[in-house]
């Protein structure tokens, strides 16, 4: 069997990972991968975006099934394109992987189907959303509305730097056509929790829980980041929290998205916050977040080519999914400078040196140069830590992320130290 998985970071390292482990895969493909990827799989030339080249590839390799890993191609519709050439592919269509693609389609899903989430307003015109700002309470939340790699969540705590970051998304289009409309909306509070999961368009399984750090320095101070580590299992989201997760978020989202015609059928990642009115959504992503990947794929013990399968033929009711009964936490090294401006092309040394059986390293922004691992991006690796429990877990991810250096690593010392509750 011959599976090609789509995209180049850490997510799609760790996806790949797993699958390796499928005994029944003869060949794993990967487009475009990285250096670490390129360990574990053929690499191809072709970018995530290059969706009709990927077709073409897939037919003429005779690939059994394609995982698509990152946002981009769900949300310009790749599954539709494999699908429509009569290819197996895992991931929701154009018309599902909208719950990620549009801030304001998610919300508007959310207020018409009673999802508990933050109040809110959607604004295509500049002055109108100015306007609004002017009678709201600070601190605020204001969102681009497309895809922005996870940077375009702006927190404002004045009106000052609300009307800001409104121009910033708006008017100087800092994350492109994705600022064309904003959602401003209220500020919640209270610990995050991702709880991602299974979808086969009419059932849900949610996986383990996981905790991110999005911001860039120790205890959450600097800017937001695509993920500077995590940690799983949750610290406070009980097995009580889940069961009415499932009856009030988890279920209805899912229902509510087969009544608009939309049936999502893949991986949907349910971003919440406990606040004091309960659990609250604050987004979704259509796809496995990064780096929750890195935690969670260690502690699945059932097979993930089986639950994708199960998914895509719609079975996923007749699975019973199982989890290994410990704990992991994934540290992210990153380049220096990291999410602004940084330099690549530094090697990377230490990687020989890792202890394998309590760590695993996911490669997100890294090439081969000259036989040797360099840093290509801003998250360079993901070093995931497993043990018996979050102390043990967290004492082998930073153990090993001590070993590996490359100059101007930078990484946060606190992943998986939050308590809640």
Excluded at 148 to 169: F, P, Q, R, S, Y
Aim: with cysteine; glycine share 10%.
């Amino acid at each position: 069997m011959k599976v090609l998985v789509v995209g180049n970071g850490g997510r799609e390292h760790a996806i790949v990972w797993k699958l390796k482990q499928n005994k029944n895969i003869d060949e794993i493909f990967c487009a475009a991968g990285n250096a670490g990827i390129g360990q574990d799989a053929t690499l191809v030339p072709i970018k995530p975006m290059e969706i009709d080249k990927l077709v073409e590839f897939a037919k003429e390799n005779k690939i059994d099934l394609t995982v698509v890993g990152m946002d981009d191609p769900l949300v310009a519709g790749i599954v539709d394109a494999f699908s429509d050439a009569g290819l197996r592919v895992f991931g929701p269509k154009k018309n599902a992987a909208i719950i990620e693609g549009s801030k304001a389609f998610s919300k508007d899903l959310m207020k018409k189907y009673n999802i508990p989430t933050a109040k809110y307003e959607t604004f295509s015109d500049y002055e109108e959303a100015l306007k609004y700002l002017e009678n709201q309470e600070m601190p605020i939340v204001v969102k681009a509305d497309g895809l922005a790699l996870g940077k375009g969540v702006l927190i404002c705590n004045t009106l000052e730097e609300a009307k800001d970051a409104v121009n910033e998304i708006m008017v100087d289009k800092k994350f492109g056509e994705s600022g064309s409309k904003v959602v401003i909306e209220e500020f919640l509070q209270g610990p995050e929790v991702s709880i991602l999961s299974f979808c086969d368009g009419k059932t849900v399984v949610p996986m383990v829980s996981a905790q991110d750090h999005k911001r860039a320095y120790d205890n959450d101070e600097g800017l937001n980041t695509g993920g500077m580590g995590t940690f799983s299992p949750s610290v406070f989201y009980t097995e009580e929290m889940n069961k009415v997760c499932m009856e009030t978020i988890f279920k209805p989202t899912v229902e509510a998205m087969a009544k608009e015609g939309r049936p999502f059928v893949g991986i949907l990642y349910f971003g919440l916050m406990y606040t004091k009115d309960g659990m609250k959504v604050i987004e979704y992503n259509a796809r496995f977040g990064d780096p929750e990947t890195q935690v969670i794929l260690p502690r699945l013990k059932t097979d993930l080519l089986d639950i994708f399968n199960a998914c895509i033929d719609g079975t996923l009711d007749k699975m019973n999914i199982e989890w290994y009964d410990n704990a992991a936490v994934c540290v992210v090294l990153a380049s220096g400078g990291y999410p602004l401006s940084y330099e690549k092309g530094f090697e990377i040394t230490g990687l020989s040196d890792i202890n394998e059986e309590n760590t695993i390293v996911f490669h997100a922004g890294t090439v081969l140069k000259d036989g040797k691992f360099v840093t290509n991006g801003g998250r360079v690796l993901g070093v995931t830590g497993i043990g018996k429990d979050i102390e043990e877990a967290i004492e082998n991810a930073y153990t090993s992320a001590k070993i590996i250096n490359f100059d101007k690593k930078h990484f946060r010392n606190d992943i998986g130290r939050k308590k809640y509750l």
